[in-house]
């Protein structure tokens, strides 16, 4: 149930973002924000651990924050694998990283 969740709320959050900011992200339709979404789960839970392990000295010299610039290339690695979903900029990655990540801690799974 956790995954759904979170691939429901991660292609929500591609949707309206896309709506709300069309020129910093664009997304081809609903099929492809699904996909996205589940792309950007399947890297979360396969590829994100790894890269943790290996940044750890850096996101320990930051205080945390390169974990946003390690969301944001999360981002940039669902688009190699999914066309249709188009981003401006980098910095366009680091803002739905930002977002994504405020809308999982505050809607996604709670803490028992």
Same mark, same amino acid.
């Given at each position: 149930?956790?995954?759904?969740?979170?691939? $429901?709320?991660?292609?929500?959050?591609?949707?309206?973002?896309?709506?709300? %900011?069309?020129?910093?992200?664009?997304?081809?339709?609903?099929?492809?924000?699904?996909?996205?979404? =589940? =792309?950007? #789960?399947?890297?979360?839970?396969?590829?994100?651990?790894?890269?943790?392990? $290996?940044?750890?000295?850096?996101?320990?010299?930051?205080? #945390?924050? %390169?974990?946003?610039?390690?969301?944001? %290339?999360?981002?940039?690695?669902?688009?190699?694998?999914?066309? #249709?979903?188009?981003?401006?900029? %980098?910095?366009?990655?680091?803002?739905?990283?930002?977002?994504?990540s405020v =809308? !999982?801690?505050t809607l #996604?799974?709670? !803490?028992?």
């Amino acid at each position: 149930m956790g995954f759904l969740r979170k691939v $429901l709320l991660t292609t929500l959050v591609f949707v309206v973002y896309s709506q709300l %900011f069309p020129a910093q992200l664009y997304v081809a339709s609903l099929a492809v924000a699904v996909t996205g979404a =589940v =792309v950007l #789960g399947v890297l979360n839970g396969l590829v994100k651990p790894i890269l943790k392990v $290996l940044s750890f000295p850096l996101t320990l010299l930051t205080l #945390g924050l %390169f974990l946003l610039i390690l969301n944001a %290339f999360m981002l940039t690695m669902m688009t190699w694998f999914v066309d #249709g979903i188009i981003f401006a900029s %980098f910095g366009a990655k680091l803002l739905l990283a930002i977002v994504l990540s405020v =809308v !999982n801690a505050t809607l #996604g799974e709670p !803490n028992n």
